[in-house]
């Protein structure tokens, strides 16, 4: 596994965990296999805009969110944890 992809492999993994879905119910939202779902979420596989924007609408959860955590290479995982739930739970308020 790449560890440069190491902090966007957690982001779709925590936002799948964060609305409680399983790896199977996700891939079947986004019309994709469950393999590549794991693969999105272990770094292998980088999923397109498309696909990004898909993971928004099944997840609920702004696109904004998705890119900027993924793009953000210098956190840890339980620093982006608290980031991520952070912002979900603001667009849970507004």
Wanted: net charge positive; hydrophobic share 35%.
């Amino acid at each position: 596994m790449d560890n440069s992809n190491n902090n966007s492999l957690n982001v779709y993994r925590l936002l799948r965990i964060a609305r409680d879905l399983k790896v199977k119910e996700l891939a079947e939202k986004l019309m994709v296999t469950p393999a590549y779902i794991n693969a999105i979420e272990k770094g292998e596989r980088i999923p397109s805009k498309r696909l990004i924007r898909d993971y928004s609408i099944a997840l609920n959860v702004d696109e904004r969110i998705i890119t900027t955590f993924s793009n953000n290479k210098n956190n840890s995982f339980e620093k982006l944890l608290l980031k991520i739930l952070k912002e979900i739970c603001k667009e849970d308020d507004q």
